[in-house]
């Protein structure tokens, strides 16, 4: 067994989102025991996308105790209630994955179950009219009270998140350099990480580092030569377009939207002043050049930015962990950000690593069993994302063709073949999305189970009717009551 000395002086290699996040989290929660540097450069920059969060972003916050209202002005931040995929199942059929619990469920089955059984009765009504923070999302409204509690997450500005967090940071004793990682020395002995050599001939040594570079993986990969699975088979889009747009209306709407093109997908992602926009595509289907007219000949507002290209290969790092390195964020790897869980990735790989933390030093055991965790956690993510691409109507191009032949992991092909034959979804080990989200996507791409659960039919028929509508009801009443998204904003947080 491998056992090195205590960690006591940490290294983070980057300050984008998953350095600064990285920062903030040890700074508060373990600093008493180590010393914290952050080396970043402001000639690199930072990638400046990652704008829409999935909801456990506020868990991360109270554990931290950020203030949230502290953290939306800074950011410009609105809330999210979930993402409207638009042109996914078919051309010109529209769904929201919303952030809420859909109806009420029993021990014996979801509430799936009494909706298709009430649709065998002819009651017709769509599965979001049962769904809160969908139904709110819809009519772009918000707000939240004890009595109504509302599932969200946040749209904001990733540049000022980082700013944010490093205002937070800096104060909890966070020693934040700023240069260029020239070099990465290693033991040659061990292998392990010993210091960074920055342009000015600065040596930066640590006994623990963790690679928040981006997609370069400066030390995880390009020192520690980790390697990587390469998910391009799966999740074939490899580049991104994206250009920050003048809002045009005052109304923010508390959704993102993915509205799915010829080759790819459109993101629009309302801020409190501005909205970020941008194509994911396939270059083997379209280049940089249609990218660009595309995105541009679909925005709404005047462009406040000139359009930014990323290139990206999606996949894994096939370590997070290896030896005496720690990678996070676009270092770890990159599903597709179709279903906001980069971030949500950096926030768990930050609790994973805190609760093994090697203070006493490193063994491989504490390695393994993070990066089993790991695996899991991101190929389900990978799973859920594949969903949206394999199971599709759509056939109207090379991209969409490629999409309905490709295979997929046995893993979700089995989920979907399961809610096909007999309409029941069960979750894996380190699933993020509920049974709720599995639902709504599979049903919104255009799936319908030839089976549901009975035990909708111990109830009558009238029993059920009126089970249905009370929920439906009930839900009209909590969103006619609500404020607009807008004023809310305008009077909780203003940016
Ligand atoms: P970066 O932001 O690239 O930061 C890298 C840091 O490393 C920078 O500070 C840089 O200066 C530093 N650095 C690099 N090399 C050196 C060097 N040699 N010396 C010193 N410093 C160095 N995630 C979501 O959760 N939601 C989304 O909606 C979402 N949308 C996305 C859309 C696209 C098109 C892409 C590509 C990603 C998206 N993501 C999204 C992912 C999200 O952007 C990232 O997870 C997040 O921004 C974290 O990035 P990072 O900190 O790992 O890397």
Redesign the pocket.
């Known amino acids: 067994m491998t056992k090195t000395n205590a960690v006591k002086n940490v290294v983070i290699?980057?300050?984008?989102?998953?350095?600064w996040m990285a920062a903030a989290a040890l700074a508060k929660l373990v600093g008493n025991n180590i010393n914290i540097t952050l080396?970043?450069?402001d000639d690199?920059?930072?990638?400046?996308?990652?704008?829409?969060?999935i909801p456990p972003i506020r868990t991360f916050h109270k554990l931290l105790g950020i203030n949230e209202q502290a953290f939306m002005k800074a950011t410009q931040a609105s809330f999210k209630l979930g993402i409207s995929f638009e042109n996914w199942g078919d051309e010109n059929t529209h769904y929201i994955h919303s952030f809420g619990a859909t109806g009420k469920e029993c021990w014996a089955g979801e509430f799936h179950h009494f909706w298709l059984q009430g649709k065998a009765l002819g009651i017709n009504n769509p599965f979001g009219d049962y769904c809160y923070e969908l139904q709110a999302a819809k009519a772009g409204k918000f707000a939240f009270n004890q009595q109504n509690p509302i599932n969200y997450a946040y749209h904001m500005d990733?540049t000022r998140y980082a700013q944010f967090l490093r205002e937070f940071s800096e104060p909890l004793g966070v020693k934040r350099i700023e240069?260029?990682?020239q070099k990465v020395v290693k033991n040659p002995k061990t292998g392990h990480i010993e210091s960074l050599i920055l342009n000015n001939g600065e040596h930066i040594n640590g006994d623990f580092f963790i690679d928040?570079?981006?997609?370069?993986g400066?030390l995880i990969e390009q020192a520690l030569h980790t390697g990587y699975e390469d998910w391009s088979h799966l999740l074939p889009c490899n580049s991104?377009i994206?250009v920050q747009t003048k809002s045009t209306s005052e109304t923010v709407l508390p959704l993102t939207r993915s509205i799915a093109h010829k080759s790819g997908w459109q993101?629009r992602?309302p801020l409190q002043n501005r909205v970020g926009n941008?194509l994911?595509y396939c270059s083997q289907y379209m280049d940089d050049e249609q990218a660009k007219a595309l995105l541009l000949s679909n925005i709404e507002g005047e462009a406040l930015t000139e359009p930014r290209i990323?290139k990206?290969k999606t996949g894994r790092r096939l370590k997070g962990w290896n030896k005496n390195c720690l990678a996070?964020?676009?270092?770890s790897g990159?599903v597709e950000?179709l279903e906001?869980?980069?971030?949500?990735l950096?926030m768990s790989g930050i609790i994973r690593f805190m609760r093994l933390f090697p203070f006493n030093g490193i063994t491989n055991h504490a390695i393994d069993e993070y990066n089993k965790q790991l695996k899991s956690e991101i190929e389900n993510i990978r799973d859920f994302i594949v969903l949206h691409y394999k199971v599709t109507n759509r056939d109207d191009s090379e991209f969409w063709q490629h999409c309905n032949a490709m295979e997929v992991p046995k893993t979700l092909q089995h989920k979907i073949d399961l809610f096909k034959q007999t309409g029941r979804v069960f979750l894996d080990d380190g699933d993020i999305f509920r049974v709720d989200s599995w639902v709504q996507v599979m049903l919104g791409q255009g799936i319908e189970p030839n089976q549901h659960h009975l035990i909708a039919s111990m109830m009558s028929d009238e029993e059920l009717t009126r089970f249905l509508h009370g929920i439906k009801q009930q839900i009209e009443q909590r969103v006619s009551q609500l404020p607009s998204h807008h004023e809310f904003l305008k009077q909780y947080c203003p940016a």
Not at 44 to 53: D, L, M
Not at 340 to 344: A, D, E, F, L, M
């Open positions: 290699a980057g300050g984008g989102t998953a350095g080396v970043e450069s690199i920059g930072t990638v400046g996308v990652g704008e829409a969060t990733a240069g260029k990682i928040c570079t981006g997609f370069r400066l991104a994206a993101w992602i941008g994911v990323i990206f996070l964020g676009l270092a990159f950000p906001s869980t980069s971030i949500h950096i």
